[in-house]
């Protein structure tokens, strides 16, 4: 029975939060900046590629969604992956962008806790808000997964409103980020933040975002949140009060379908789709897309061969756990936070649930794993960064012709 479970839910879970990128690095405010991206894909895991950069962005409203600032969010939370001593990445990409006092955290790898926290890094610098008065900016770039031990976390969705792994990276990252505040002297309250992350990182950046508004730490039109790959996090999440937070989603990523709308989960804020099937002009998107992907890795974008696929295996998780509030949900969180011990005083408290569910599990995994091998490729261009921020390219470019 145990056996069973694990097949399935490492099978489906394991495949939709692996597939973080490798690398990057960073450059300039004010012009254009030369960037080293993690493309995620293994055979070129770095490019380097051309963006812009402008401190006015900053003098502009937050709800108000902004192309390149986007753009240039996601390759500064690329650089979290690469340089020296595994840090480098992030600690040059935000001095080449002008953000001083920089400072990272969790890049040592280390078994204490490493489930609970994620990596990420500081900076701050001075912009010009609305008013023409100096400001400071705080930059917050979280690490997705980086180390196999943060898996217990991408995996304990816990039975609470939020998701608990990413809520416990929420809550270690906003406890140094106070301390880093009060060292330089920094209030929040009339300070701006941009704050980004891919796929893990997303998440934690999602909720570290609403956090600070909820909190009263950070004032809503001060906070810029540009995420991306992010899988949903909480049950309490809404729209309402958070048009300031921009979820850049690929309905093709299995990641951002996880855990399932069905259980009532989803992000912080706005979720912006990138182009999809059938949707005006997405074959000339799509070949500008593809062409910028191959110029970053080497290889053509991969289309999954079964059409909607992701959305097919994120059926089969609702028909394996249909409720979070029953028996079901009750073992799946046992198993994912890896209390075994606990997984086994549920089934022999409740073994006709555990059988069904066992059964159930076998079914979908006979059916699911040959899906999983056929479309790996695909799920790779979905989630990685190179797909990312090709998508976001070929819409920024078509944009401007």
Known sequence: ????????????????????????????????????IGTGVKDLPA?????????????????VYQQDLAL??????????????????????LKELGFGSV?????????????????????VKKVKDRAGKSVKLVAVVIRGTGEYTEWSGNLNVGSGSDHEGFAAAR???????????????????NEKFLITGHSRGGAAANLTAAYLMDAGLAERENVYCYTFAAPAVSTKAAEEGYENIFNIVNGEDLVTLVPLAQWGYRRYGVDRPLPAAGSDGYDRLFDEMDRQYAAMTGRHYAAYQTEAAAQEMAEA??????????????????????????LSALINQNSRAALLMGRTALELSAELTPLLQLEREALVSAHCMAGYYSWLAAVGKTAAQ
């Open 171 to 189: 809550d270690e990252l906003l406890d140094n980020l106070g301390s880093y505040l009060s060292k330089a002297g920094i209030s929040g309250k």
């Open 47 to 63: 490019a380097d590629v051309e963006l812009r950069w402008d401190d006015g962005w900053f003098a502009e409203d937050a709800a």
């Open 1 to 36: 029975m145990r056996k069973t479970i694990i097949r399935l839910f490492i099978l489906l879970l394991a495949w939709s939060l692996a597939l973080a990128p490798a690398a990057l690095a960073a450059e300039a405010g004010g012009r254009t900046a030369h960037v080293t």
């Open 103 to 123: 400072k990272t955290y969790n890049y040592q790898f280390s078994l204490e806790k490493s489930g609970g926290r994620t990596a990420y890094a500081f900076g």
């Open 317 to 342: 998780i609702f028909r394996l756990v249909p409720a979070v509030d029953g028996v079901n949900m009750e073992m799946v969180s046992a198993l994912l936070s890896g209390d075994f011990d606990g």
């Open 72 to 93: 240039a969010s996601m390759a500064l939370s690329g650089t979290a992956y690469v340089g020296p001593d595994r840090d480098g990445g992030v600690r040059d990409g």
